[in-house]
């Protein structure tokens, strides 16, 4: 008869266990000590807007904003019919920034861009436009031209003087000693675009805009 002590059987997961809890280890199944963070922060949107007005305050739509240097140079957007203008995606840098409409003339900024950057611009109108020349001839009249006053003079015998501007008839005269009258005077409405003065061989004319 064995008189000892008792012994208490232990399974071989209850000694891998303690093996490893002895060795500072951990079993199947534990949970890290810690988080784990592999997310990329997201880059900041560097953003430039604002508004084109004129002088007086009339919103400008239509308006060209663009960037003419620096890591954004050729990045351009228009104005809508608030007169506001938005460029995304750009690099924070130095930049030099112009602003035109027709009829007004450019005017430029320049500014730090870097993060949600806000530019606005006031333009002066441009002075009247005007061309003259003499006889047949093709030439464009900027769009935003409202009025215009148109003169004709051929002081010889007899000759046409017909103008189109945009496609649309504007004059259409005869003028010379024969007709008995030199010249013409008129103030027209129109849209401008581009402009034709046909079969007006020697007649001397000239245009110019007539602000309202």
Known sequence: ?????????????????TALAACGGKSEGSSPTGPSNNQTP??????????????????????LVRI?????????????????????GLTPSNSNVFASAGCYNEAGKGLFINGSSTLSFALAPAPAWSVSGAGDNVFDMPTCVRRVHVSG?????????????????LVNEL?????????????????G????????????WSFTEVKQ
């Open 1 to 17: 008869m064995i008189s000892g002590k008792r012994i208490t059987a232990i399974g071989v997961g209850g000694l891998l266990a």
């Open 42 to 63: 997201t880059p900041a949107v560097t953003v430039l807007s604002g508004s084109v007005t004129s002088n007086s305050g009339a919103h400008l739509s239509g308006a």
């Open 68 to 88: 003419v240097d620096g890591a954004n140079a050729g990045r351009q957007a228009n104005t809508d019919s608030s007169g506001n203008y938005t460029i995304t």
């Open 153 to 169: 003079r051929y002081t010889a015998g007899s000759s046409n003087f017909i103008v189109e501007v945009g496609g649309q008839l």
């Open 175 to 191: 003028l010379g000693t024969f007709w008995g009258r030199t010249t013409y005077d008129g103030t027209l409405l129109t849209n």
């Open 193 to 204: 675009g581009v402009t034709q003065v046909t079969d007006s061989s020697g007649v001397q």
